[in-house]
């Protein structure tokens, strides 16, 4: 925060505004590198801290050309953890050891190239366990077929954390289970 | 099959293959409860905090602020 001249600003409730679209378009940033220190820290902070990692993610995007809409972007993220710097990723002791996971995918919200945003997290008991929020590296023609990509995204994670988990002797009481809400996808 | 979906056969099969042979359960979760929500998009306060809570990042009880050297001196 002192870094970036934050440590004195006033904070917000979210790290992103809801419906912003960031683009490639606009005045580009003079000097890149403080976007690019500033992502790089924060990326950092994902690691304990995945309520940043969708808004990280998003404008991680526009690394090699950072724009002053960007750098806002920024701004706001800093300002959000200005407000909740004690928050922090808590691991809870839990005697059920159930494996789950959600996916969730935003079907072609990238304005430059339509692709979609695709989001899981898997917890083991009441934990954390892993989490990824990134852009789908194919076009989806359906929110049905971005919801699956996620979804097959997320089994192979779970299928891996469970492999890691019998390897460590560990087995589970019920089978994983993975939270999906589009229908059209269960229906298939 | 939908012929705009037919691409996306081979996730289809994976995770269908992996219901059959038993090893996953895929379920329907409502939006409301869809907890990846805050992973794909921006989302407004009360949702955002709420989805926050749910994934286990809250306030944490000890304060970690500050250096070694500023308790010590």
């Known amino acids: 925060m002192r870094k970036f001249k934050m440590e004195n600003t006033s904070s917000c409730p979210t790290p992103m505004i809801t419906g912003k679209q960031f683009t490639t378009e606009g005045e ?36 090699s050309s950072p724009t002053i809409d960007h750098w806002r972007g920024i701004k706001r993220i800093l300002r959000y953890l200005q407000g909740t710097i004690q928050h922090c990723l808590h691991i809870k002791p839990s005697t059920d050891l159930d494996l789950v996971g959600f996916s969730d995918a935003d079907w072609a919200t990238s304005v430059d190239d339509r692709k979609s945003m695709a989001g899981q997290c ?57 939270w999906c809400d589009n229908l059209r996808v269960l229906r298939h | 099959m939908h012929t705009r979906s037919k691409h996306i056969e081979i996730d289809v099969h994976y995770i269908r293959d992996q219901v059959l042979q038993n090893e996953i359960v895929v379920a329907y979760v409502p939006s409301a409860n869809q907890i990846a929500d805050c992973l794909t998009k921006a989302l407004t ?21 500050g250096g070694i050297k500023d308790k010590i001196s």
């Open chain 1, 28 to 63: 580009k940033l003079q000097d890149p590198t403080m976007f690019r220190q500033a992502i790089g820290a924060l990326q950092y902070l994902i690691n304990t801290r995945l309520d940043i990692a969708f808004s990280v993610n998003k404008l991680n995007q526009f690394m």
């Open chain 1, 122 to 178: 898997v917890f083991l008991g009441e934990t954390l366990v892993s989490w990824s929020s990134r852009k789908q590296k194919v076009v989806s023609r359906s929110s049905t077929e971005s919801e699956y990509r996620a979804l097959a995204d997320l089994a192979t994670e779970i299928t891996w954390t469970r492999s890691l988990l019998a390897e460590l002797k560990l087995s589970l009481p019920r089978k994983p289970t993975l």
């Open chain 2, 45 to 65: 306060h009360t949702r955002f905090s709420q989805l926050r809570d749910k994934l286990g990042v809250t306030p944490s009880p000890i304060n970690l602020k």
